[in-house]
Every structure is written in C-alpha cells, then in structure tokens.
C-alpha cells in the first residue's frame, strides 16, 4: 500500500511516498533529512495526537480546560471527546486534577490545564 | 497643567508595564528580578494571561521550558512567578493615555481615574485581528461572521459554539486551530480558503488541524459573496489569479452557517502613538533599538504589539529583554555609543530592532527578527554593513508564515563602520 504524508518537522513540509507491506513501512521517499522517515514510520504505523477540550462546570459559564495527560492513537480522538461531552465537572478544578482516568481505554488520563475555584 | 487636587494624586512608579498577557508578565518579571522595586502592571481584562486563556491547544513552550503545554499552563508558570515575586497587577484597569513625559491615565470601575508618572514604561498591548471591515468583501451583513479569535473565545471561554456547519477564510494559525476545535466540537468545517498561493500558518498545524479532519485548504481561493438574511446562510469562493482577482467561471457555492475569519493580526498601538512614539509602516509597531527602547526616551515595547510573532516562546524572550533595559534604563545604567540604521533588504520585511547600537565599551549579542517576504527554498540571509559582510546564514527553507531570527555577536556589531546595516535573503 501507498500513503502519502506531509512531514511536520519543520516548515520544508516534505511530502512522503510511504510504502507499507502488512502494516509495515518498508520504504520512505521525498524526505530531504533522516527526520522524515522516523516520523513516516511513527505517523503510518501508530499515529497519536494528544487531545484538548473545554468541559462544562455545574453552576459556573466558565468551562475547564482539560487535555490527554500524553498523546492518544488517533483513532480514538472522537471517541475520547464524545466521553468529555458527557462530563459535568463540580468545582474547584485544579490544574493537574484527573477529571477522566483511562479515557477510551487507552490507560491515559484527561487532566485539567486549569484551576476554577 | 493638573489641578494641585489632581497632582496630589499622582503615584509616582520606576517601572510601568501595559497589559499582562504573556508579553507584559515577562517584562514585569526581568524588571523585578533586576531589582526594580516600584513597579506596576496594568491589565484591561479581569485577569492575567492575555491570549493564552483561550489558547486551550497544546504545543507552547516547546522552546522555553522544553515541554509542549496548553496555553493556559504556560500562562500560568508566569502568573505564579509574577505572584511569586509579590508583582503588583491592576486587573480591570484600562490605559488611556500615555504622554511622551511617561504620565500615564487609567481608569478602572473600583478605584475610577489612576494617574501615574512613570520612570519606564513597558509596552505590552499585544494585537488584534483583522476584521471583516478591513476585507472588502462584499454581501449582506448577517450574523454568522467572526473573527477566529472571538469564536475560538466563545469556545474556549464561554463554552458555546458559534455554529454547526463552518467555513474558515484566511489559513493563519488560529484559523486552522480553529477548524480542528470546530470540528472536534461536533461542527462540520467544509473548507478553510486561502488566497494567497501558500498557507500564512505553521505546517504543523495544517496537517494536524485540516488534513487529520480532511478538511480541504483551497489555495488561491478567496470568499467573492456572503448571503443571509438575517443569519449567515452561505458563502460563495472562486479561485484567484496571480495578482489576487477572482477568476470568473471558477466559483463554488457552500452552504454554511458560520464564516471565520483569520486574516491576519495588527499590534494594537492607539496608546503608542498617542506617546508620540514614530512607527514602523512594515510591522505597524513603534521603531526600536537593540534594548526594544522606543523613539521615545523610557517606553520601550515588546511582543505582540511590537511585530506579530508566530510562537509565545520568543514573545516571552522579548520581553524579558525588554523588562531588563526598563529595569537599566531607570537604575541609570546608560549605554554610550553610535547608532545605525537596520534596514530589510531583498526578501526580508519588518527587521527589528530598525537601531543598532554600536557601544563605546563591551557589546552584547542581539537578536534580529525579521519575516521573509515570500518562499524562499536553499536561500541565504546575509547581514551587510556597507559592501562588508557580516554574517551570512543558509537555511533550507524560508517562509512568511515563520519569523525568522538571527544573532548578532558582539564582535559583529564592533565591526561595523557605516551607519546602515542591511539585512537580506539571497537565493
């Protein structure tokens, strides 16, 4: 199979011919720095992002800010927000707090980037 | 002249800061930690932190504390120091005039009218987006059109969504930070249009906010029709030709029920021109040396307000410098020595500092930034002080969507013999 990647680096933004065989990269074109073929290996085989959101807190306008304590696979990006969607945090929320442990099964922890008192 | 019952009231401060987004605080913190002991932050929002409340993405601070954070942590390392180092910071406290004698007029509801003769000032105001108005495009004017800013804040802040099926005009960073937000919100971003042939916003996040969602990007696309009545009810886009005409024949339709705007960002400078301050047409923000000292004596300017930065990394590096020459300037620590005149050469827009100064006695290294003009691939940026070269510098690839910067070693500044010292990008 081929798949066609842009490298992100830095701002040359190489485009990538990457050639998988069973799951596997087996070739890597167009990177002009051995950069580009560590990230075509990361992003064709386990790609993740991390995940951020703003989560309604009872009783306040203000929402909390809240990201995946580290990044997620990628195809558990939209699971992951429809579970925050149907958090209703109670204040104080600290920054650091866990809000949602093990999100998705993934074994990573949603915590809060910010205190609401 | 003040009425002797308005003079008694004006509170004398070394050092004078203008907003506490992430500009101000670093300048605050430099200018206490060099032991300015009178200082003051004034911020117009009811907190500290400026733009970054609302930046809830990761990926700041990769540069300055070597670990990518969410904007709202990277804002809050700095709350804690400036409450650390017992700073004290006026939120809710609106400038409204800066004079070129540093006497200063702020209002605010709890304590009314503040007057203050500052011995610095440090301007920290950060920027503005560019609004619809500055666009000409033409259509009715419904509602259903925001800057990203402001829908990033509805997001973000205020926790409701502006709309469900969105088109994005303009790919700048919050733009395309604004797509992904959108979308991961349960909003539909049917394209971001850009009319320019490249994106004005970091590569990183094209990939991560538009092609991760297969979001198309439209290049040499512009928005030519906005329809609604009452409400946005669609846009029409149609490519451009090479000098940004829309090319009959090519438009396309989209119903949608929101436009965003990210167009780009302007420093907001109301108070520094009203200090007299001379500006710089190409950065839209105040003239300024190697110490970020502004044309007028004790205001210096940092930040966003002084030229649009793309990363809070080097916001912050700024402004710490700039903190500290407010901090020399008021403990009398005067620099003597010549100054010339930086200037963009080919390829090269916005150069700051636009003055140099050539001291007498040691030197110190200087940052120079500047953004390059166009794409630029396997080119060199060359420092030139007459027909003598100074520096030169390859790079693989130059980009307006990322500033460039280069460092000016004491050795180099000595060297330099003629008043005008050029900075150019060679391919």
Do not use: W
């Not at chain 1, 958090?87 to 922890?109: F, K």
């Amino acid at each position: 199979m081929e798949r066609q990647i842009t490298c992100i680096n830095c701002p040359v933004g190489c485009r990538l011919q990457v050639t998988l065989e069973n799951g596997q990269v087996t070739r890597v074109e167009g990177q002009s720095c051995k950069r580009g073929e560590t990230y075509a290996m990361q992003e064709c085989t386990a790609p993740a992002r991390m995940v951020t959101a703003a989560v309604p807190v009872q009783g306040r306008t203000t929402p909390v800010s809240v990201k995946t304590r580290t990044p997620i696979p990628k195809e558990q990006i939209f699971p992951c927000m429809r579970q925050l969607a149907t958090l209703r945090l109670t204040a104080p929320v600290r920054m650091g707090d866990v809000v949602l442990s093990n999100v998705c099964g993934t074994g990573v922890d949603v915590i809060a980037t910010k205190t609401v008192e | 002249m003040l009425s002797n019952e308005l003079s008694e009231q004006v509170q004398s401060v070394d050092v004078l800061v203008v907003g506490a987004g992430p500009a101000g605080m670093a300048a605050a913190i430099a200018a206490r930690e060099a032991g300015v002991e009178s200082l003051l932050v004034l911020e117009r929002e009811a907190h500290m932190g400026g733009i970054l409340r609302q930046c809830i993405h990761n990926g700041f601070g990769l540069h300055r504390f070597k670990e990518e954070l969410t904007g709202p942590e990277y804002a809050q390392r700095d709350i804690d120091r400036v409450n650390e180092l017992g700073i004290e910071v006026r939120c809710g406290t609106t400038v409204l005039s800066i004079d070129e004698n540093r006497f200063v007029t702020a209002i605010s509801k709890e304590k009314g009218v503040q007057l203050f003769q500052a011995g610095a000032i440090v301007l920290a105001m950060g920027c503005r987006e560019r609004p619809r108005g500055a666009l000409g495009t033409p259509g009715t004017r419904c509602a259903g059109v925001y800057s990203a800013g402001t829908a990033q804040k509805f997001v973000n802040l205020e926790g409701y969504m502006p709309g469900k099926r969105v088109v994005i005009l303009g790919s700048g960073d919050i733009g395309l930070i604004m797509a992904r937000r959108m979308t991961l919100q349960g909003a539909k971003v049917l394209a971001c249009v850009e009319i320019m042939p490249y994106s004005g916003g970091l590569n990183r996040n094209i990939v991560q906010c538009l092609e991760d969602y297969d979001i198309p990007l439209l290049l040499s696309h512009t928005v030519v029709d906005i329809q609604g009545k009452d409400r946005l009810s669609g846009v029409t886009v149609a490519k451009v030709d090479e000098k940004r005409n829309p090319i009959p024949g090519t438009e396309q339709h989209f119903d949608c029920d929101t436009l965003l705007l990210s167009v780009g960002l302007i420093p907001e400078n109301e108070l520094t021109r009203q200090a007299g301050v001379t500006m710089s047409a190409t950065t839209q923000g105040a003239v300024v040396d190697d110490r970020l000292q502004t044309s007028r004596e004790g205001i210096f300017a940092c930040g966003n307000v002084l030229h649009v930065h793309d990363l809070v990394d080097f916001v912050s590096a700024e402004s710490f410098r700039a903190g500290r020459a407010a901090a020399d300037y008021v403990q009398g620590k005067n620099r003597e020595g010549r100054y010339v005149s930086m200037q963009d050469g080919n390829g090269v827009r916005g150069v700051v500092p636009q003055q140099l100064l050539v001291p007498e006695g040691e030197a110190e290294p200087v940052q120079v930034m500047f953004r390059p003009a166009g794409v630029y691939e396997n080119a060199t940026v060359v420092v030139r002080d007459g027909d003598q070269e100074i520096l030169r510098r390859r790079k693989r690839i130059f980009t307006p969507g990322e500033m460039a910067e280069l460092t000016l070693k004491p050795d180099m500044i000595r060297s330099i013999e003629g008043d005008t010292v050029t900075v150019e990008i060679i391919v």
